[in-house]
């Protein structure tokens, strides 16, 4: 089945610094969605970026999509402190119609 | 607009005891309706999900089981509980595979 594979599994870094987070992916895919998790609570779609669609933008958050090398990537320009959470890939099969698999996230830190 | 209801918030257990955890979706027909758990620190791992009342499809065989009585309810049961089956539980709803909403989680301890 699909898996998303985040790195790094955590990431720290000051109020006001970019956040990279990476996924990459077994096979190909119809599209990737980004999600974010506040600790103890539920999942928040951030971004859906389509297999045809190489970047896209929402705000401060950039998405970028690889499919040659099956990755994506998440920046977070200008952190700030209540962008801590931990991050999460997820990807349905090529038709797009098989529920979402979910990578092990990313925890990110930021320090105010 | 769409909201989602997952309940109870937390909930502890003993072993052997059963379980139901209830998710309701309203201001939607017909929605794709997910149950995921996620252990501490992990991702998430898929339980059930459903695409219509009474379609219901397991991803990992286990002590646990779901229903779709109505068309926006999502059930999570068990009749015996695992000291496993800790975790927490989220429900998700979806128009299609694009952009799911989770409900607030259900965090169950088995004592």
């Known amino acids: 089945s699909q898996q998303g594979e985040e790195d790094p599994q955590a990431l720290s870094i000051q109020e006001g610094e970019n956040a990279t987070m990476n996924c990459s992916y077994k096979?190909?895919?119809?599209?990737l969605q980004w999600y974010r998790q506040n600790s103890g609570r539920g999942l928040v779609h951030l971004i859906l970026?389509?297999?045809?669609?190489r970047e896209k933008h929402s705000g401060r958050l950039r998405v970028t999509l690889d499919t040659s090398k099956k990755s994506s990537s998440l920046l977070i320009t200008a952190s700030r402190a209540a962008d801590t959470a931990s991050y999460f890939c997820?990807?349905?099969?090529?038709?797009?119609?098989?529920?979402?698999?979910f990578g092990k996230g990313t925890r990110l830190s930021v320090i105010a | 607009s769409q909201t989602i209801h997952q309940w109870p918030a937390t909930l502890v257990q003993p072993v052997g005891s059963p379980l139901s955890l209830e998710c309701t979706v309203e201001?939607?027909?017909?929605?794709?309706l997910y149950w995921y758990r996620q252990a501490a620190g992990r991702g998430l791992q898929l339980l059930f999900y459903?695409?219509?009342?009474?379609?219901i499809s397991s991803e990992v065989p286990q002590n646990l089981s779901a229903s779709r009585p109505q068309d926006r309810q999502f059930i999570l049961s068990s009749k015996k509980l695992l000291l496993s089956d800790s975790g927490f539980y989220l429900c998700?709803?979806?128009?299609?595979?694009?952009?799911?909403?989770f409900g607030s989680g259900t965090r169950l301890t088995v004592v």
């Open positions: 970026i389509r297999s045809n669609e």
């Open positions: 096979t190909s895919i119809n599209n």
């Open positions: 997820a990807t349905p099969d090529y038709s797009g119609n098989t529920p979402l698999v």
């Open positions: 998700a709803w979806a128009p299609d595979s694009y952009g799911y909403t």
């Open positions: 201001g939607t027909s017909n929605p794709n």
């Open positions: 459903s695409v219509g009342i009474g379609q």
